[in-house]
T-cell receptor
């Protein structure tokens, strides 16, 4: 079955530390991949996306993600976390499926940042 | 540009009451979507409209109806609210169904007692 998995429900890092949020998907073809961020009480904001080409993509706010086809992964990274990065992060995969085209979201990873 | 706007921001309903959630976008997008967000489950697609005049079911359509009023507006109606519909509802839009980047509204928090 098609699915998106974010293995970490909660992650806590210290300000200035590096960050990696994991995302794995299950899909037969190469999907389109997204990372969204949701601040408390807000809607989702697109951080970055991968459609094709260079497997390392840069996004806003200093985030980057790497698509690894062999691992069916699209992990989000940031070299130095700021307190304002505390939020919930969603990986999403756009899949072309029989019934309709759909954007499937992972359950999310909540990031806390210690000063 | 306001992007995607949703009204109301908050709503409390009693079981069996009806209500309509409103969504509008000013980006001239063709496709619009309604999602619900529940803890630990990410977002799930309720209904979507690939273009003006068309609507289709998503993953969790039961208990909901939608109307694509015009290109800008896409409403979600709960005819007889149930406690299981307590959730946060997000509207989104994209240039076209195959234009995969979706832009989200701020959400509507709904509590059904």
């Amino acid at each position: 079955a098609q699915s998106v998995t974010q293995p970490d429900i909660h992650i806590t890092v210290s300000e200035g530390a590096s960050l990696e949020l994991r995302c794995n998907y299950s899909y037969g073809a190469t999907p389109y991949l997204f990372w969204y961020v949701q601040s408390p009480g807000q809607g989702l904001q697109l951080l970055l996306k991968y459609f094709s080409g260079d497997t390392l993509v840069q996004g806003i706010k200093g985030f980057e993600a790497e698509f690894k086809r062999s691992q069916s992964s699209f992990n989000l990274r940031k070299p130095s976390v700021h307190w304002s990065d505390a939020a919930e992060y969603f990986c999403a995969v756009f899949m072309f499926s029989g019934g309709y085209n759909k954007l499937i979201f992972g359950a999310g990873t909540r990031l806390a940042v210690h000063p | 540009n306001a992007g995607v706007t949703q009204t109301p921001k908050f709503q409390v309903l009693k079981t069996g009451q009806s209500m309509t959630l409103q969504c509008a976008q000013d980006m001239n997008h063709n496709s619009m979507y309604w999602y619900r967000q529940d803890p630990g489950m990410g977002l799930r697609l309720i209904y979507y409209s690939a273009s003006e005049g068309t609507t289709d079911k998503g993953e969790v359509p039961n208990g909901y109806n939608v109307s694509r009023l015009n290109k800008r507006e896409f409403s979600l109606r709960l005819e007889s609210a149930a406690p299981s519909q307590t959730s946060v509802y997000f509207c989104a839009s994209s240039e076209a169904e195959y234009q995969e980047t979706q832009y989200f509204g701020p959400g509507t928090r709904l509590l059904v007692l």
